[in-house]
């Protein structure tokens, strides 16, 4: 059974990091399509940042050039690396995995519905 765990978040002051984590277990981890999504209340999901089994990455306007995707394949972890953070980046934020080519990946990994399993989210909360 396919589990994703998320840790890493919290409060913090605009301008600010933090750095998310997404363990992995039950399925062959280096062959999907992992990404990051998040919710804010009252807003749609976003898809945040979406990397492939080849390590190719695609990241959302919105927070490119302060956040980066990366994962360590031998320990089954996804990361977020978040910098200068924004009190709009206030949001509950999930892992997502999908069984998917590198290229499916980058084409679709920042729409939620095409992912099949997630995480239970992770809150980040950024004060101005």
């Known amino acids: 059974q396919v589990q994703l765990a998320e840790s890493g978040g919290g409060s913090v002051q605009a301008g600010g990091s933090l750095r998310l ?3 992995a277990s ?3 981890y280096s062959s999907y399509c992992m990404a990051w999504f998040r919710q804010a209340p009252g807003e749609e999901r ?3 940042a979406a990397i492939g089994s080849d390590g190719s990455a695609t990241i959302a306007d919105s927070v490119k050039g302060r956040f980066t995707i990366s994962k360590d394949n031998a ?5 977020l690396q978040m910098n200068s ?8 934020y999930y892992c997502a995995a999908a069984a998917a080519s590198p290229t499916w990946c980058l084409a679709f990994g920042l729409r939620g519905a095409h992912f099949t399993y997630w ?5 980040v909360t950024v004060s101005s």
């Open 21 to 23: 984590s997404c363990a």
């Open 26 to 28: 039950g399925y062959t």
């Open 46 to 48: 976003e898809g945040v």
């Open 75 to 79: 320990k089954k972890t996804l990361y």
């Open 85 to 92: 953070l924004k009190p709009e980046d206030t949001a509950m």
């Open 119 to 123: 995480g239970q989210g992770t809150q």
